[in-house]
């Protein structure tokens, strides 16, 4: 998708080239109307975290057009080229208490035409709120990942009427997804996990879209997730992506909302009469693609209903990859995907954990002393976590009987193992190994509960 022009209801601007308000002064005016904060020291900060360069509104630079066309065709007259180092973290002290509509208008203030709100069709549309009331021209963008509600096609449709705007759609590649579905499924993100898809479907079509611009706007709240999001400030050198000029430092990213409660947000909502999700009355709060949300119940937190077979601690799509502390970022399998970090499940003194020599050995026994039944399982996993009560009784009731019961983490680096060796099609798998053979036999059935599983151990013991 090429970027292009939104603005607010009030007026209709043609590529930014003027706006209707005689007390707004056109894009190419070098007029800054909110001063940054700017240090007063001569030292060059440009290359300390949390400072960067910007260069003023109507500064000629590079710009790819075949990714985003070029908004601004009336270029002021040639002057000299300014530039002015921005304390970023200083800045986001000075407005840590300041509203979102005094952070908006900042935000757009000091980056025109290259800065634009993203938008998710959640409660974001606040930003969209915020942004018309500053009365400024102002830009929106979202991604459709192709696997949306069909309620968030139809709320994308009622803003754009309610705002008279454009919204710019940003798509994955074709060949990406096609490649990404046949070879593991439209479902693959519930066996190993949703970051290959995001990746595919979000993170990389993000990427082509903040390469046009110099800063971007979010909805980041603190409260959206206690365990990656309770530090965010409301502007910040973007810690993960890059900006029109490439590099560390050439993007910024503004959080209008960082520091509203989310009841506040609906508060405001509700007194604008601002269009919403009809998903919302549903009972959902953080709205992403259809397969990977849900409905939460009374008393959850709302991130619950987002890649809810997963860690919650690290519930963070890619967008926003810069919350993750270090500790908290996934590790790569062998595969160049991410596995999720989480704490592991199916704990027994009655189960044996089994790596991946003990699992090799196993298949290579003829004659085994005892019957062994394992479970392949992933514990980011939905469905082993919901069969781990009835997993770890039946290893207690099998305790002295003469069948091993035991367990092997099969996602990560082990995967690839586990599908050419092991048989595993999705978690989890459960096999038996019979005593006076080799080949291990697959549990063929859904129900995992006590009763079922022993009555298949005792069918092949």
């Known amino acids: 998708m090429a970027l292009s022009l939104s603005s607010s209801s009030s007026s209709h601007f043609h590529h930014f080239a003027a706006s209707s308000d005689p007390n707004v002064p056109p894009i190419g005016s070098l007029q800054l109307l909110h001063p940054p904060h700017v240090l007063s020291s001569g030292v060059n900060y440009s290359r300390i975290r949390g400072c960067s360069v910007v260069k003023p509104m109507n500064a000629q630079s590079k710009r790819n057009d075949s990714l985003v066309p070029f908004v601004a065709n009336t270029l002021a007259p040639e002057v000299a080229e300014r530039t002015e ?13 300041a509203s979102p509509l005094e952070i908006m208008d900042q935000a757009l203030g000091k980056f025109g035409d290259d800065i634009a709100i993203a938008f998710s069709g959640a409660e974001d549309v606040a930003l969209i709120e915020y942004a018309r009331l500053t009365g400024r021209p102002f830009r929106v963008f979202s991604l459709d990942t192709g696997r949306l509600n069909s309620e968030t096609y139809q709320f994308f449709d009622a803003v754009e009427k309610q705002y008279g705007i454009h919204i710019e759609y940003m798509f994955p590649d074709a060949v990406e997804v096609q490649g990404l579905v046949r070879n593991k499924g439209l479902f693959s993100f519930y066996d190993d996990g949703h970051q290959e898809c995001c990746r595919v479907r979000k993170v990389r079509p993000l990427r082509r879209a903040l390469k046009g611009l110099r800063a971007w706007i979010t909805g980041q709240r603190k409260d959206q997730s206690p365990g990656t999001r309770s530090e965010v400030p409301v502007v910040q050198v973007d810690p993960v992506f890059e900006g029109l000029d490439g590099g560390i430092g050439s993007l910024i990213k503004w959080n209008p909302v960082a520091n509203v409660h989310g009841k506040d947000v609906w508060n405001f909502l509700r007194t604008m009469n601002v269009p919403v999700n009809s998903l919302h009355s549903q009972g959902y709060v953080s709205i992403g693609c259809e397969p990977c949300t849900r409905p939460v119940l009374p008393g959850q937190h709302e991130r619950e209903g987002r890649w809810w077979w997963e860690d919650s601690k690290a519930k963070e799509c890619g967008l926003h990859k810069g919350n993750l502390k270090q500790g908290d970022v996934p590790q790569l399998n062998g595969n160049g995907n991410e596995t999720p970090s989480v704490n592991d499940i199916f704990i027994s003194q009655n189960l044996v954990n089994l790596n991946r020599t003990g699992m090799e050995n196993l298949t290579r026994l003829d004659n085994r002393k005892e019957p062994w039944l394992v479970v392949l399982y992933a514990p980011w996993c939905q469905f082993c976590q919901a069969m781990e009560g009835s997993y770890v009784e039946l290893a207690d009731k099998l305790a ?62």
């Open 85 to 97: 180092i921005v304390d970023y973290d200083g800045l986001a002290k000075d407005l840590e208490n």
């Open 400 to 461: 002295g009987s003469g069948v091993k019961v035991g367990k092997f983490r099969a996602d990560g680096e082990q995967k690839q193992f586990a599908k050419q060796e092991l048989e595993l099609g999705s978690f989890p798998t459960i096999l038996l190994f019979p005593k006076h053979s080799s080949k291990a036999i697959k549990y063929p059935s859904e129900k995992r509960d006590v009763e079922s599983l022993t009555a298949f151990v005792n069918a092949l013991r």
